[in-house]
């Protein structure tokens, strides 16, 4: 089976190319990049005017599955990544149950084989039912298959258990995945301190409860070296203790998703519970100070951090009890590619924060590339196709996502995994066992 993929601008960042050419998968795998490409009994894919990227990696997202079926199950949320883009997800270990062991890990493993469209690679919590008491063993993990540890929604009260959790993830050659935030200063926090939180009279989470717990753990891992990821970004000063550490020679990654980059406070007044998410949507300074992150390529990883819930989690509104997230792989993409159009970073770099960065953070060092004889793991996408997001465009079962009803414009029309076709413009097209 031959896929030519005609005329489409290949970004592929891992190759520093950005170019119209075309793209030949055969047997699964890219067989070649380059002009010209004539393969007379190939299936040919006319994408000009498209853009030709390796498959979309993820590095945040919350499956569920397992105990909360109705939330989302593999098949669901990967169907909504697939839609998406993504095609290797990382998944965050704080199912029902935590994958905490080695059994954890075969379950997931197993699950995926069985009903998810893209690949799937586990994550291991870091520290026994994410309750920051003990640390896992890593090193069993790791050789099960954890690509990456993380407790997130959770962070670690004690400095010196950071400090041995850094010198673990030297030994098993593992990122820490960290979730940046001192709960005792959150409170019951819902939405951004100030304003609106006095606004709604509904308690606000200030950024400093990010900010202090980020500096806390960047002075740990100068001391003590180590792999460290720091997810999800929300504050002007978050991105400036990046740059802080990076300029003092720190070495870690990080990420932004696209809740903090896309949209001010204001959506939290029109979208309410749909916009309830950690850290929260923040004013005009905050995600100005958060696009010069972007703008000044600080940021190594753009993530969705899908995170569903069931319709009947949402209702009452926003008050302090609903749980914060948002659901949808689909708006991920569109919402990075606002950047490009605003001038904010360019095509490359956003394709890049999608697929090689998050491949090499994860020890995936065979995706996010489309290098000759490669899985062939590729997403086209309509870079200014415009849609309209509704309920039935998004495949998760969870509804908490607060786009619906906007126009998007930039949109993913194909996707392959390992040289098969399995989505075309948000059908799926693989057969595996729904649930
Ligand atoms: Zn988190």
Redo the contacts with the bound molecule.
Sequence with gaps: MKILLKNGRVIDPANEIDAVLDVLIEDGKIAAVGADISAPDAQIEDVSGKVVAPGFVEM?AHMRDFNEPQRDTFYTATSSAVCGGFTSIGVMPNSDPVVDNVEMIERVKQRAKESALTRIYPFASVTVGRKGEQIVDMKALADAGAVAFSD??NSFKEATMMRDILEQTKLVDRVVDL?C?DKAYTGKGVVNAGKLAEELGLPGISSVAEDIEMARNLIIQEEVGGHMHI??LGSERSVELVRFFRNRGVKFTCELIPHQFSRTEDIVREKGVLAKV?PPFRGQKDVDGIRRGLHDKLVDVIAS?HCPYAPEELEGGLTATNLFGISGFETTLPLALEMVRLGVTDMSYIIRCMTVNPARIMRLYDRGTLSVGADADVTVFDPDKEWVVTKECLHSKGPNNPYIGDTMRGRVELVIIGGEVICRDFKILKNVAKR
Excluded: F, M, P, T
């Design positions: 945040h997130d929604g979730h935030e997810a999800h950690k951090d």
